[in-house]
């Protein structure tokens, strides 16, 4: 029976946030997966039972891969599934840079007397803002939010440039051709009035958006972040703020001297929390997780290869080991002293991992036992497992 449990999906009614001892895998429980939200993963012990975690989100900065690597985990995310949710919270966001809500809104809570709507006409043209029509947004990365902003954003009568070097063919499909892309980061940022971040955080992309870019920004632009911390150099960020070489700085994710900025919005890290989104999450985590334990197909992984074969035969054997010259033909060659013939195999590898599968005959629990022991007997195999059809 496999077994998958839920940790940190939605708070009870009332409760802000879980007691520490729900965090707390019990030894006994041995699960053999994991679905979670915003459970620190780097504080929690999960044992060999488990085969895999999903995140029922898009960042995994709260589970550790290389522990996860070596144990032979498959750590999944579920890219898209709050993408919705994010593209409305910037909409939302750059009406809220270009009108002063706020202000006006608490302006007229302080007013009082049965001349409150005189008073209102006489003092409305202090809260006068912007438009965004005909105003340009620079979309960094192209992916399933950033390409629901662009169309959204394109919609309000915004110009739209877009700039993503590792944009997917699904994601360039679905964007308008009438939405240029920039060359390079530089161009993008030299002709935005607003600019909007939705990347993945990568070591790569720490801290994309430092004094340098800031300074190729067109002066009194506008700066949202809502992908992750550690994208735009906060030190930069301040320092272009107080040369009011940008009007404002609007982000998810904050440090103190970020949010007591007059010229910053700050949301708690907000962007995916619907009730929709949280739903989604859950539903195509439990998906993936589901289709990984009966059939050994993974996709949306954040640590291993996308693998998917067709699970025609009775028996299929999954190994995860480290990619390294000859592991197949060692493999092969034990399941060969075994008089296994093998009806289907697909090895795919993602870094330091390797993933095969093997479909075969129906295998004897004593005869897999054997086997198993022996392919485990190979310094470079981290994990076996056996999946039975219809079991």
């Known amino acids: 029976m496999l077994d998958i449990k839920t940790y940190n999906m939605i708070a009870p009614e009332g409760i802000a946030e879980f007691p520490t001892d729900m965090y707390t895998i019990n030894e006994t429980d041995k699960p053999n997966a994991l679905l979670i939200r915003s459970q620190d993963m780097h504080k929690t012990r999960f044992g060999t039972s488990v085969l895999a975690i999903a995140r029922a989100g898009a960042g995994v900065n709260n589970i550790p891969l290389a522990e996860a690597n070596s144990n032979g985990t498959v750590v999944f995310n579920t890219p898209g599934s709050n993408a919705n949710a994010v593209k409305e919270l910037i909409v939302a966001m750059l009406i809220l840079a270009t009108r002063p809500i706020f202000s006006s809104v608490q302006w007229a809570k302080k007013l009082n007397g049965a001349d409150v709507s005189l008073q209102t006409e006489k003092g409305k043209n202090h809260f006068a803002g912007t438009e965004l029509q005909g105003k340009t947004i620079g979309i960094i990365g192209l992916g399933s939010v950033g390409s629901r902003v662009a169309r959204a954003t394109a919609d309000l009568g915004m110009h739209v440039i877009g700039y993503d070097p590792y944009i997917s063919v699904e994601h360039a499909w679905r964007l308008s051709n009438d939405i240029p892309r920039a060359k390079d980061l530089s161009e993008l940022l030299q002709q935005s009035d607003y600019v909007t971040i939705h990347i ?192």
């Open 200 to 391: 993945p955080y990568t070591e790569e992309n720490k801290d994309l958006i430092t004094a340098k870019e800031l300074a190729e920004m067109k002066d009194g632009a506008t700066l949202l972040n809502y992908s992750r911390w550690g994208i735009v150099n906060e030190r930069a960020i301040i320092d272009a703020l107080e040369s009011h070489k940008i009007a404002q700085y609007i982000t998810d994710f904050s440090s103190e001297k970020v949010i007591n900025h007059e010229r910053t919005i700050v949301t708690p890290h907000i962007g995916g929390t619907t009730l929709e989104a949280e739903v989604n999450g859950a539903i195509m985590a439990a998906q993936t997780l589901r289709k990984y334990l009966e059939t050994g197909n993974i996709i949306n992984s954040v640590n291993f290869p996308a693998v998917e074969m067709p699970f025609d035969s009775s028996f299929r054997i999954t190994l995860i080991h480290q990619n390294v010259p000859n592991m197949v033909g060692r493999i092969t060659t034990i399941l060969a002293r075994y008089d296994i013939n093998i009806d289907n195999m697909i090895n795919r590898s993602r870094n330091e991992i390797a993933y095969t599968m093997i479909d075969t005959d129906n295998i004897s629990e004593k005869t897999f036992s054997e086997l198993k022991k022996e392919l485990n007997e190979i310094p470079e195999v981290i994990r076996v497992r056996e999946i039975r059809k219809n079991r």
